[in-house]
């Protein structure tokens, strides 16, 4: 079964102590082992990918309105 996670990172937040290609990260998992994962620039595209992953269609998962960062 695969299942994808979003993490929604705080402005400026590192990783390993590197700066993200975005601040949406999605992992990846395939019967409950993590497979991968992405950043991603907009909570839309991250959105997109998710539902690609899993096999999906259908209305957006999450919404962010008015984003101040």
Same mark, same amino acid.
């Given at each position: ?22 601040? /949406? ?7 409950? =082992? &993590?497979?991968?994962? =992405? ?8 959105? =997109? ?9 259908? &209305? ?8 101040? /960062?």
């Amino acid at each position: 079964m695969k299942r994808a996670t979003l993490e929604i990172l705080e402005p400026g937040e590192k990783i390993f102590g590197s700066r993200t290609g975005g601040r /949406y990260f999605v992992q990846e998992f395939v019967d409950e =082992q &993590p497979t991968g994962g =992405q950043f991603f620039t907009t909570i839309e595209e991250a959105e =997109q990918h998710m539902l690609k992953f899993e096999g999906q269609t259908g &209305p957006k998962l999450l919404v962010e309105e008015n984003e101040s /960062y």
